[in-house]
């Protein structure tokens, strides 16, 4: 049963078009095969067991005057509050989604603000076993089967909050930054590698963890040797 206060009348009714659009936008893209994805089966293969689930919720952050910090205190409660709703169980919570939409800003605010944060928490809600994905017009990042077809393309910026699956790897393995992808291997390998399991994802972390490590080790030794020609 909800109940409403006359308070928050208002704010549904601001927040609704927002959230019925990205629902559609989820149903008619997210859960359904697409001819580009290079791939049988749905853009996203979890979006249809969470709608069906139910497990899918959603928030509007009106985040025009917001500064980036603020914004990212907000979305670090919903991570914490995602760990704490139902369903906790393992095998049904794969499917809980949190959407976090940002109607307002335009092209240049949402590659500052939304994109910022996304890259500013990414490991924080990564060592949490969580990901955090950035969608937008403007995504750039291309599809795991197909370089030409962008999944991560939305049609109002927004923040998705989920749990991390072993085939996130691809979106952990290639950071640019050296500390950060030891850090994110870390993190995946803590989550999935606990029951001496032998497959394809595990195996290609342990190696690009051992081959990460390694790059640190010698950058550390040029360092040691010549830190002015490091430094070039």
């Known amino acids: 049963m909800l109940l409403y206060k006359p308070s928050e009348i208002d704010q549904i009714q601001q927040d609704l078009p927002y959230v019925v659009h990205i629902m559609q936008w989820v149903q008619s893209f997210l859960a359904k095969p697409h001819p580009d994805l290079g791939r049988a089966g749905p853009v996203c293969p979890f979006v249809p067991h969470s709608i069906k689930s139910n497990s899918i919720q959603m928030g509007v952050i009106h985040a025009k005057n917001l500064e980036q910090q603020q914004v990212e205190e907000i979305v670090l409660r919903y991570r914490n509050n995602f760990l704490e709703i139902e369903p906790q169980h393992r095998e049904t919570a794969i499917n809980k989604t949190i959407l976090l939409i940002f109607p307002e800003l335009d092209a240049e605010e949402t590659a500052k603000l939304v994109d910022g944060v996304q890259q500013k ?72 590698d606990n029951q001496g399991r032998d497959n394809k994802n595990l195996n290609n972390a342990r190696q690009a963890l051992a081959l990460a490590r390694e790059q640190t080790h010698q950058e550390n030794l040029v360092h040691l040797r010549c830190p002015y020609a490091a430094a070039m």
């Open 121 to 192: 928490l990414k490991l924080f809600f990564v060592e949490a076993g969580l990901m955090l994905g950035e969608f937008h017009k403007r995504n750039e990042t291309p599809g795991l089967h197909n370089s030409n077809f962008r999944p991560l393309r939305s049609p109002i910026p927004l923040l998705a909050i989920r749990f991390m699956v072993e085939s996130d790897l691809p979106f952990l393995i290639n950071a640019d930054d050296l500390g950060l992808r030891i850090k994110y291997l870390e993190a995946y390998l803590q989550r999935f």
